[in-house]
């Protein structure tokens, strides 16, 4: 356990319907990613918040996605009319500090499953 | 354009003998380079980190190298175990700050009885 949580951990949606995935980083951690990983691949970069920032958004993240981290501690990420293209695992991590040498903990994933 | 491969894609061990995985990358700004250990169905765990003036860095039983030079990673696991079954991910850090991630593909590993 990394101290990242995320909720829930397996999500089954159809087609067409919203989900909302919860990512709680590690306390005081600053920064918070949003990564998207498929069968077999690396996690993809979605989204990065510094505190309740959003400072980048992937080419990945379409409108049908929103991300938000409003009080700068806990992080949710919605994906509207969900497509069977978007099942994958999802993957939030925190980083403490600036640095780039921090370490980057992972949540355990959100496992979409659109039908 | 900035891009990590790794190979072997999958890589079929005997418990107990060693393994060489391989990462290169063609990634700029580079800030630092980390190989996840990822289980099946888990986030990855971070193994280690190394910046560019690192040639090598252990944690246990693995051993990583970089050649800043050559733009070229690798991880070595040495007496493998069976719980050392999972994918090996290989994450470049880029820009300033360092807070672009690029990851590879990722190399399965098994190790057998």
Same mark, same amino acid.
């Given at each position: *356990?990394?101290?990242?949580?995320?909720?829930?951990?397996?999500?089954? @949606?159809?087609?067409?319907?919203?989900?909302?995935f919860?990512?709680d980083?590690?306390s005081?951690?600053?920064?918070l990613?949003?990564?998207?990983?498929?069968?077999?691949?690396?996690?993809?970069?979605? @989204?990065?918040?510094?505190?309740?920032?959003?400072?980048?958004?992937?080419?990945?993240?379409s409108?049908?996605f929103?991300?938000?981290?409003?009080k700068?501690?806990?992080? @949710?990420?919605?994906?509207?009319?969900?497509?069977?293209? *978007?099942?994958?695992?999802?993957?939030?991590?925190?980083?403490?500090?600036?640095?780039?040498?921090?370490?980057?903990?992972?949540?355990?994933?959100?496992?979409? @499953?659109?039908? | 354009?900035?891009?990590?491969?790794?190979?072997? %894609?999958?890589l079929?061990?005997?418990e107990?003998?060693?393994?060489?995985?391989?990462?290169?990358?063609?990634?700029?700004?580079?800030?630092?380079?980390?190989?996840?250990? %990822?289980?099946?169905?888990?986030?990855?765990?971070?193994?280690?980190?190394?910046?560019?003036?690192?040639?090598?860095?252990?944690?246990?039983?693995?051993?990583?190298?970089l050649?800043?030079?050559?733009?070229?990673?690798?991880?070595?696991?040495?007496?493998?175990?069976?719980s050392?079954?999972?994918?090996?991910?290989?994450?470049?850090?880029?820009?300033?700050?360092?807070? %672009?991630f690029?990851?590879?593909t990722?190399?399965?590993?098994?190790?057998?009885p």
């Open positions: *356990d990394t101290g990242v949580s995320q909720d829930p951990r397996h999500k089954i @949606t159809k087609r067409g319907q919203n989900v909302t919860r990512c980083p590690i005081e951690h600053n920064r990613y949003w990564y998207r990983q498929t069968l077999g691949q690396g996690p993809e970069f979605l @989204t990065y918040f510094q505190n309740e920032a959003q400072l980048e958004k992937s080419r990945l993240l409108d049908r929103s991300a938000e981290r409003p700068g501690s806990f992080s @949710t990420l919605e994906i509207q009319r969900t497509e069977q293209g *978007d099942s994958a695992m999802y993957l939030c991590a925190s980083i403490l500090g600036s640095s780039g040498m921090n370490e980057q903990y992972f949540g355990p994933g959100t496992r979409l @499953t659109v039908t | 354009k900035n891009q990590v491969e790794q190979s072997p %894609q999958s079929i061990i005997l107990g003998k060693n393994c060489t995985l391989q990462c290169n990358y063609t990634v700029s700004p580079f800030s630092n380079l980390r190989w996840y250990k %990822q289980d099946t169905g888990r986030g990855p765990v971070s193994l280690t980190i190394m910046t560019f003036s690192e040639n090598t860095k252990s944690n246990g039983r693995y051993t990583a190298t050649d800043a030079d050559t733009k070229q990673s690798s991880l070595h696991i040495t007496a493998s175990q069976l050392d079954s999972a994918s090996y991910i290989c994450v470049v850090s880029a820009g300033k700050t360092g807070n %672009q690029y990851f590879g990722g190399t399965s590993l098994t190790v057998i």
